[in-house]
């Protein structure tokens, strides 16, 4: 079985210094980038999933200090594809920063998916990261932990790419009419960052990070940029 559809929703976007999303380009430090937030959405078979789910309400401290626009909110991109919260079965976090997770609450059916030890970092990151978790997006949920790159459901399975975070994984999507799509998240933000084997400026482990980019390098299909603001379709 593989999967019968595929789609980018909507969180918003939100203000980061493109600095934090390529490291050491001094041209970058001090340029504002309007970057988006797009959870993938998937159907296969009964399962209704979510890649990631934004950064949550406005409201939040996240979303206020990120300067988050809701336009749309997650929410409501799912209504416009006719899709309700309760209707999501599966949530993957491709890790647990505060632009990731933001939405997990509002998914009450859904099963949560992430790697064991990018949760078991999250409970204590080191300093360099903390601002970058936001406990209660996260906390109290009862999640499934994954161990390395493997097969979620058929058709979708996660890789694993740490650097980024200790327990980075992106989504590695195959679909009935023989596409592949792989959702990137926070290893690859930008396609600077495979192109030119960029490596982002937020970082638990360079090595690592640049590892992981050429084994996004190396694979076959459509990379997905988690925020990119110029792709915002499959297409």
Not at 12 to 40: C, E, N, S, W
Not at 58 to 74: G, I, N, S, V, W
Not at 124 to 139: E, G, I, L, V
Not at 186 to 209: F, K, M, S, T, W
């Amino acid at each position: 079985m593989t999967v019968d559809k595929v789609m980018l929703l909507s969180d918003g976007h939100f203000t980061i210094d493109m600095g934090m999303l390529v490291y050491g380009k001094m041209a970058y430090f001090g340029q504002k980038y309007r970057a988006a937030l797009k959870p993938l959405y998937i159907e296969t078979g009964d399962e209704r999933i979510l890649v990631d789910t934004g950064i949550g309400p406005a409201d939040t401290k996240p979303a206020q200090f990120m300067k988050a626009e809701k336009d749309p909110a997650l929410e409501d991109s799912l209504h416009a594809h006719d899709l309700h919260p309760d209707d999501i079965t599966m949530v993957i976090n491709t890790h647990l920063h505060m632009d990731h997770c933001g939405w997990n609450r509002m998914f009450k059916c859904a099963k949560f998916y992430v790697q064991r030890e990018e949760w078991n970092y999250a409970q204590s990151p080191h300093r360099f990261q903390q601002a970058a978790y936001f406990q209660d997006y996260f906390k109290g949920l009862e999640f499934e932990f994954l161990e390395g790159s493997t097969t979620v459901v058929p058709g979708v399975s996660v890789v694993s790419t740490p650097g980024h975070t200790p327990g980075h994984q992106s989504v590695v999507v195959e679909t009935k009419d023989r596409k592949t799509y792989i959702y990137c998240g926070d290893v690859a933000p930008l396609p600077e960052n495979i192109d030119r084997r960029n490596i982002v400026g937020v970082l638990y482990d360079p090595v690592q990070a640049l590892e992981s980019i050429d084994r996004l390098r190396g694979m076959e299909g459509k990379l997905i940029y988690s925020h990119d603001k110029d792709q915002m379709t499959l297409l």
